[in-house]
């Protein structure tokens, strides 16, 4: 379902989990969480970084899943941070603006 996540990440804690999260959306946020602050560094993790990290795994998330759109600096931080995690099977959306130069055509 989602490369990029190692044995040694198994322990990282399943409380960050949403309840709406379906299996497959919460592996890949899973693993990008993971990817960002180890489960060794998470105690080291401030509260306030902890929100952070979450938040922007959530952008990622919905951006990826739902096509939700953001602006682009936060799109390409949040993308640098995904590097490397691989998800199978992920929507492709088209935007309003494509939508509308297709129908242009």
């Known amino acids: 379902m989602v490369k990029g996540d190692n044995a040694t990440e198994a322990e990282f804690p399943e409380e960050f989990r949403s309840y709406s999260e379906n299996e497959k959306h919460w592996q890949a946020r899973r693993a990008f969480i993971v990817r960002n602050a ?16 979450l938040s922007l795994s959530m952008v990622w998330a919905n951006h ?11 799109l390409d931080k949040v ?10 099977d992920v929507p492709h ?4 603006d494509e939508l509308m130069n297709k129908n242009q055509h």
């Open 79 to 88: 993308t640098e941070m995904a590097e490397g995690i691989e998800v199978e």
């Open 64 to 74: 990826l899943f739902l096509g939700c759109s953001y602006n682009k600096e936060l």
């Open 93 to 96: 959306f088209i935007t309003r």
């Open 38 to 53: 180890r489960p060794g560094d998470a105690e080291a993790l401030s509260p306030q970084s902890l929100d952070q990290l």
